[in-house]
């Protein structure tokens, strides 16, 4: 068996895009209709895939739901893992680490650098003996999502020149980088105005090994999107495109359909997002 992390489900995946030059989708799911649905959309198109679920699903529908997503993940005919996105409380990190996820993206951006980077390598060392692999942000990613604070526009970028030095003492195996992306609406002029490319190609020169993740992805932008990939970006994160359109339907369709066929349908439609997202990214076809 191969040695940490490369026997780690996320790193596999994240690793293979890698050395594929694509990326794969990080689905961000609140309940079973978005893990069947993101599965589903992964094994039809034959697409690596990470189901991504916030520390509120842990405390709001308990460990035997984070048993089950893992569960679902690990028996799909095309590779999945379980990630845990946005662990920004101290205690949800060690509680994290009892349960079967693959991944964890420890969020101490708020913390001072060093701070950070204190905290960070030290989970990655528990992490390790675990078999789990850690995702750090490196700079502050601005706005808000589930269980991350909203804070100024005036982001703290990630420092090309500093992120080497930040995975070197942390060994965290993924890193978010901040280039302008926000979590929740953008200001006027949106992705196009905000994301800093050169930054993030600077970023992945001077740190070639490392594996690039981003965030604030809404609303999706096609050709930048695919700007990103060819930069570096390996695991892209994708939350509000899929519940827009998996709220529309139930919404126009609540009291018109019954329960069964309700829950069929509003899958199928996050299914055809989920599939558009995992074609952009180029992952299909991909899995090993």
Same mark, same amino acid.
């Given at each position: 068996?191969?040695?940490?992390?490369?026997?780690?489900?996320?790193?596999?995946?994240?690793?293979?895009?890698?050395?594929?030059?694509?990326?794969?989708?990080? &689905?961000?799911?609140?309940?079973?209709?978005?893990?069947?649905?993101?599965?589903?959309?992964? +094994?039809?198109?034959?697409?690596?895939?990470?189901?991504?679920?916030?520390?509120?699903?842990?405390?709001?529908?308990?460990?035997?739901?984070? *048993?089950?997503?893992?569960?679902?993940?690990?028996?799909?005919?095309?590779?999945?893992?379980?990630?845990?996105?946005?662990?920004?409380?101290?205690?949800?990190?060690?509680?994290?680490?009892?349960?079967?996820?693959?991944?964890?993206?420890?969020?101490?951006?708020?913390?001072?650098? +060093?701070?950070?980077?204190? &905290?960070?390598?030290? @989970?990655?060392?528990?992490?390790?003996?675990?078999?789990?692999?850690?995702?750090?942000?490196?700079?502050?990613?601005?706005?808000?999502?589930?269980?991350?604070?909203?804070?100024?526009? +005036?982001?703290?970028?990630?420092?090309?020149?500093?992120?080497?030095?930040?995975?070197?003492?942390?060994?965290?195996?993924?890193?978010?980088?901040?280039?302008?992306?926000?979590?929740?609406?953008?200001?006027?002029?949106?992705?196009?105005?905000?994301?800093?490319?050169?930054?993030?190609?600077? @970023?992945?020169?001077?740190?070639?090994?490392?594996?690039?993740?981003?965030?604030?992805?809404?609303?999706?932008?096609?050709?930048?999107?695919? *700007?990103?990939?060819?930069?570096?970006?390996? *695991?892209?994160?994708?939350?509000?495109?899929?519940?827009?359109?998996?709220?529309? &339907?139930?919404?126009?369709?609540?009291?018109?359909? +019954?329960?069964?066929?309700?829950?069929?349908?509003?899958?199928?439609?996050?299914?055809?997002?989920?599939?558009?997202?995992?074609?952009?990214?180029?992952?299909?076809?991909?899995?090993?």
């Amino acid at each position: 068996m191969s040695e940490y992390p490369y026997n780690n489900r996320t790193f596999q995946i994240l690793d293979a895009a890698e050395k594929g030059g694509y990326a794969v989708a990080a &689905f961000n799911c609140y309940n079973t209709d978005g893990i069947l649905g993101s599965i589903r959309a992964a +094994e039809r198109m034959n697409s690596p895939a990470i189901i991504e679920i916030f520390p509120w699903s842990m405390h709001f529908h308990g460990p035997e739901f984070i *048993k089950f997503a893992s569960a679902a993940c690990h028996a799909a005919s095309v590779p999945i893992s379980l990630h845990l996105d946005h662990c920004t409380v101290e205690s949800d990190v060690y509680k994290a680490l009892e349960l079967p996820f693959d991944s964890i993206m420890v969020d101490a951006s708020s913390h001072d650098p +060093e701070a950070n980077i204190k &905290f960070v390598g030290h @989970i990655v060392q528990l992490a390790k003996k675990r078999g789990i692999t850690i995702e750090a942000e490196m700079g502050r990613i601005v706005g808000g999502e589930d269980g991350v604070p909203t804070v100024d526009m +005036e982001a703290l970028y990630t420092e090309p020149e500093l992120a080497a030095e930040f995975v070197e003492r942390t060994g965290v195996h993924f890193l978010a980088p901040s280039i302008g992306n926000v979590h929740g609406p953008y200001p006027p002029g949106g992705p196009e105005k905000y994301w800093q490319l050169d930054r993030l190609e600077k @970023i992945k020169k001077l740190s070639p090994s490392s594996i690039l993740v981003l965030h604030g992805t809404f609303p999706i932008i096609d050709d930048l999107m695919r *700007k990103t990939v060819a930069l570096g970006i390996r *695991k892209v994160n994708l939350n509000r495109n899929l519940h827009d359109v998996y709220l529309d &339907f139930l919404s126009r369709s609540v009291g018109k359909l +019954e329960m069964t066929k309700l829950q069929e349908d509003s899958i199928a439609a996050w299914m055809q997002e989920a599939e558009r997202c995992i074609q952009l990214l180029g992952s299909d076809g991909k899995a090993a």
